[in-house]
């Protein structure tokens, strides 16, 4: 790979993972001026061209869904609860299973982030520290334990409580 296309390639990277909410609106916009905007280089990409990519929007995933269950978080403007990071969550696997992107590594950390953040919104709602944050149902939350592969069972038995009913 040239210098030059691994340079723009790079930077095209970058801006994936610097881009807003939904990543892989930023992947296929890197592709297009890649290839076919008339400002852009006209890049003949070939598939390992995308792994930078790829892999820049799986990080970005991973950033914005840790961002919505990092404690430090709960009540700060860039929080948008466990509803959005669900939703990320799955735009991430379906993202992943369509380009055969192993996750592996992100699903434990987000495991381990969602028990840690679950077990601690109980001990502070329940001691009167704060409010719930928890912004789905119950229905929601298990769904996206499940598909972190951590079963209903395994979630704190508080958490049914705090979750919203509304939906």
Known sequence: MTDFRQHILSEEALLIIKSGEIPEVAYYSSIHYLTEDPEGPHLNIQPGDLIALEEAVVQRYRTIILRDI?????????????????????????????????????????????????????????????????????????????????????????VETLCNWNE
């Open 70 to 158: 990092t404690l430090e978080n709960r009540g700060r403007s860039i929080y948008r609860g466990l509803k959005r990071c669900a939703a990320n969550w799955k735009r991430l696997v379906n993202f992943s299973d369509k380009r055969s992107i192993d996750i592996s590594s992100a699903r434990k950390e987000v495991t381990d982030a969602l028990r840690e953040f679950l077990r601690q919104e109980i001990m502070d709602v329940s001691s009167g520290k704060r409010e719930t944050c928890i912004n789905c149902s119950y229905a929601v939350l298990t769904e996206f334990a499940c598909s972190l592969g951590l079963p209903r069972d395994d979630l704190p038995a508080k």
